[in-house]
């Protein structure tokens, strides 16, 4: 059985305070046949250094430094720098459990027609401390689900993939570039275009730890909404289900609803 060349992405932004760890925790993985392509997205603290430390260490690593452009445009371009039959992501502030990616090479050779995999994951505070499991409240099929149900799933269920996933080259060429005009949804939009055309395969194991922290863009810029409801209305009538549709318009509105909430609890504040 042969053993596939991995990419493990990082895309970098003033990730000082924890790009250690993730580093620690790709290097530290069973399998070991993989390169590792950090692309730093303009930062202006000491992340690249610490990068260059661990490039005289290991010849695996790829560094490119780039002129700040959000985290979809370092993604396409550290795709496009993927030297791997596999892509591996990893967020700068996220670790790698250390059979990570042995198992998902383990799910390629159960489901050889899946074009994305992905895993459990533990939720983390700042300090690495457990919060929850991601995956157990999303209701999926048993390890695999076919194309199309999979993108519908993401419309109707949320999205279930956290953003360390695993993708085959040949699907990143097919589905082609994340939408650069998207800072928060990029990834979600991303999947359902994947999950409409390719399988999916998963494990329940927990192989990645998900920083969570209350001062995260994601979390405190409200622009967040409109980019999910942009999201589901370009999907509004691709989807051939009424159900879906209906799914679509129920979660608009409860957009909304959690976008005025957010703006009275912020304002209260002032």
């Given at each position: 059985?042969?053993?596939?060349?991995?990419?493990?992405?990082?895309?970098?932004?003033?990730?000082?305070?924890?790009?250690?760890?993730?580093?620690?925790?790709?290097?530290?993985?069973?399998y070991d046949n993989m390169e590792v392509?950090?692309?730093?997205?303009?930062?202006?603290?000491?992340?690249?250094?610490?990068?260059?430390?661990?490039?005289?260490?290991?010849?695996?690593?790829?560094?490119?430094?780039?002129?700040?452009?959000?985290?979809?445009?370092?993604?396409?371009?550290?795709?496009?720098?993927?030297?791997?039959?596999?892509?591996?992501?990893?967020?700068?502030?996220?670790?790698?459990?250390?059979?990570?990616?042995?198992?998902?090479?383990?799910?390629?050779?159960?489901?050889?027609?899946?074009?994305?995999?992905?895993?459990?994951?533990?939720?983390?505070?700042?300090?690495?401390?457990?919060?929850?499991?991601?995956?157990?409240?999303?209701?999926?099929?048993?390890?695999?689900?076919?194309?199309?149900?999979?993108?519908?799933?993401?419309?109707?269920?949320?999205?279930?993939?956290?953003?360390?996933?695993?993708?085959?080259?040949?699907?990143?060429?097919?589905?082609?570039?994340?939408?650069?005009?998207?800072?928060?949804?990029?990834?979600?939009?991303?999947?359902?275009?994947?999950?409409?055309?390719?399988?999916?395969?998963?494990?329940?194991?927990?192989?990645?730890?998900?920083?969570?922290?209350?001062?995260?863009?994601?979390?405190?810029?409200?622009?967040?909404?409109?980019?999910?409801?942009?999201?589901?209305?370009?999907?509004?009538?691709?989807?051939?289900?009424?159900?879906?549709?209906?799914?679509?318009?129920?979660?608009?509105?409860?957009?909304?609803?959690?976008?005025?909430?957010?703006?009275?609890?912020?304002?209260?504040?002032?």
């Amino acid at each position: 059985m042969t053993r596939p060349l991995v990419t493990v992405v990082i895309c970098s932004y003033n990730g000082e305070r924890y790009i250690t760890e993730t580093m620690d925790s790709v290097l530290a993985q069973t399998y070991d046949n993989m390169e590792v392509v950090v692309v730093d997205d303009g930062s202006f603290d000491k992340t690249v250094s610490i990068i260059k430390k661990y490039m005289q260490l290991d010849a695996r690593i790829r560094l490119f430094i780039r002129k700040n452009s959000g985290l979809a445009a370092s993604r396409n371009f550290a795709f496009q720098q993927a030297r791997g039959e596999w892509v591996a992501t990893v967020d700068q502030d996220d670790l790698c459990h250390p059979e990570r990616l042995s198992k998902q090479i383990e799910l390629v050779n159960r489901f050889p027609t899946a074009g994305l995999i992905f895993s459990g994951t533990n939720m983390i505070d700042d300090r690495g401390g457990y919060l929850s499991s991601r995956l157990s409240s999303y209701d999926l099929p048993d390890s695999f689900v076919k194309k199309g149900v999979a993108g519908e799933l993401l419309i109707t269920n949320g999205c279930y993939i956290g953003s360390a996933y695993f993708i085959k080259l040949t699907t990143i060429n097919q589905v082609g570039k994340l939408d650069e005009s998207l800072r928060h949804a990029c990834d979600y939009e991303y999947f359902i275009r994947v999950g409409l055309v390719n399988d999916f395969a998963f494990t329940r194991d927990n192989l990645v730890s998900w920083r969570s922290h209350s001062n995260q863009e994601s979390v405190t810029n409200l622009n967040r909404f409109a980019e999910f409801r942009s999201v589901l209305l370009r999907n509004f009538w691709l989807s051939g289900l009424f159900s879906t549709r209906l799914t679509i318009i129920v979660k608009l509105g409860r957009s909304f609803g959690s976008e005025a909430y957010r703006k009275i609890r912020l304002y209260s504040k002032c």
